[in-house]
T-cell receptor
């Protein structure tokens, strides 16, 4: 099966920057997604990477290195509402999407 | 409004009593999928469907059935629920054929099997 690893928890201060790493080993690669999930709610789409490099969307950026099987999600100017779980998901050669266990980010005042 | 709708949102039931969780999407998406989410394990795919009358097993299909008689609906059936199926369930859909299209998730169904 697929292997997707991300840290379980991270804590940061309001206004700071946090970087959530994701490493993966999959059979083939057809894109990597980041989702945000607030407690008890549905995951919502944040970003998509299929080529190497950085994709920026406002306060959130996502980076991909296919040769290293590595991605990160960068959250800048952290706000209290950013406290949530962040899910890394990778699509393999059969277009099957597999999720990591998620990283819970806690933003402190 | 584009959405994926699941019902019920919460259900407490007993072992062995058949139940169905409905899922409906209004985006004309070909692809639909069911996941369960358990602490420390993330989202695991139960079944998926590439189009009407086409379904296939995901990573954890045991104890579940699905059907796809119409494009918009993808119900999840637990014929004889057991306590290890207590979980948070999500239905999702996406458009096929466009690589950067993300999955859209329903609001989730929290099932407790006693």
């Amino acid at each position: 099966g697929q292997n997707i690893d991300q840290p379980t928890e991270m804590t940061a201060t309001e206004g700071a920057i946090v970087q959530i790493n994701c490493t993966y080993q999959t059979s083939g690669f057809n894109g990597l997604f980041w989702y945000q999930q607030h407690a008890g709610e549905a995951p919502t789409f944040l970003s998509y990477n299929v080529l190497d490099g950085l994709e920026e969307k406002g306060r959130f950026s996502s980076f991909l290195s296919r040769s290293k099987g590595y991605s990160y999600l960068l959250l800048k100017e952290l706000q209290m509402k950013d406290s949530a779980s962040y899910l890394c998901a990778v699509r393999d050669e059969d277009y099957k999407l597999s999720f990591g266990a998620g990283t819970t980010v806690t933003v402190r005042a | 409004e584009a959405q994926v709708t699941q019902n019920p949102r919460y259900l407490i039931t007993v072992t062995g009593k058949k139940l169905t969780v409905t899922c409906s999407q209004n985006m004309n998406h070909e692809y639909m999928s069911w996941y369960r989410q358990d602490p420390g394990l993330g989202l695991r795919q139960i079944y998926y469907s590439m189009n009407v009358e086409v379904t296939d097993k995901g990573d954890v299909p045991e104890g579940y059935k699905v059907s796809r008689k119409e494009k918009r609906n993808f119900p999840l059936i637990l014929e004889s629920p057991s306590p290890n199926q207590t979980s948070l369930y999500f239905c999702a859909s996406r458009q096929q054929g466009i690589s950067n299209q993300p999955q859209h998730f329903g609001d989730g169904t929290r099932l407790s099997i006693l």
